[in-house]
Every structure is written in C-alpha cells, then in structure tokens.
C-alpha cells in the first residue's frame, strides 16, 4: 500500500534552516507529482511546494518563495523540502501528500507528518 514517512523536523532558531524529507513507497514514486504542506494550530492545512514527477518544474506558495526548495531523488523514492530563514510563523506540522489515480477518481495520500518548532 501506498506509505509516505516524513522525517527531519524539530526545534530551530529563528533565522535557522531545517531539511525534511519524505520516503515513499506503494507506487510509481518517478511517475508523480509530490507536494508538501503544513498545518499550524487552528489553521487550515495549506499548500508549500510541488514538485514534477522528474523535479523539473516547482511552485511555491508566495510566502516560501526564496525560503523554501522542494527536490526529490526518483532513485530513493524521496522527497525533500529546504527550509532556510525559517520564521516563528513557520511553525507547523509538515506533510508529504501524493495525489493518485485510482478507480473511483483522484484520491490524497498523506503521511504522518512531522513537526517544525521555530523558536529562540
């Protein structure tokens, strides 16, 4: 079955950077687009950064943008987020997702997620 497990968040300082990453399994992890988002408390999950099915092309939410670098290695079947110049308002859960065709429509995988604490 289709496993995504987020690895890498903790506690860093304001103005700190933090690599996540995301190993996949269950499908054609080379065919597939990779998305991460977040959640902060009270908040609606909301959309980081996307990556193409081979990393060519990338989309950041405007709030990451030049903070933030999705990449992936179809080799290892992971997906990693780079976050620099982290702000106390990044504070989140972070989450893999792939989006996937099935029989009944498009269907969300999520991972576990893991969580990003910044703060002095």
């Known amino acids: 079955q289709v496993q995504l497990v987020e690895s890498g968040g903790g506690l860093v300082q304001p103005g700190g950077s933090l690599t996540l990453s995301c190993a996949a399994s269950?499908?054609?992890?080379?065919?597939?687009?990779m998305n991460w988002y977040r959640q902060a408390p009270g908040k609606e999950r909301e959309l980081v950064a996307t990556?193409?099915?081979?990393?060519?092309?990338?989309n950041y939410a405007d709030t990451m943008k030049g903070r933030f670098t999705i990449s992936r290695n179809n080799a290892k079947n992971t997906v990693y987020l780079q976050m620099s110049s982290l702000k106390p308002e990044d504070t989140a859960m972070y989450y893999c997702?792939?989006?996937?065709?099935?029989?009944?429509?498009?269907?969300?995988?999520w991972g576990q997620g893991t969580h990003v604490t910044v703060s002095s």
């Open positions: 269950g499908f054609t992890f080379s065919r597939n687009a």
């Open positions: 990556i193409s099915s081979a990393g060519g092309s990338t």
């Open positions: 997702n792939v989006r996937l065709l099935t029989l009944w429509g498009d269907y969300d995988y």
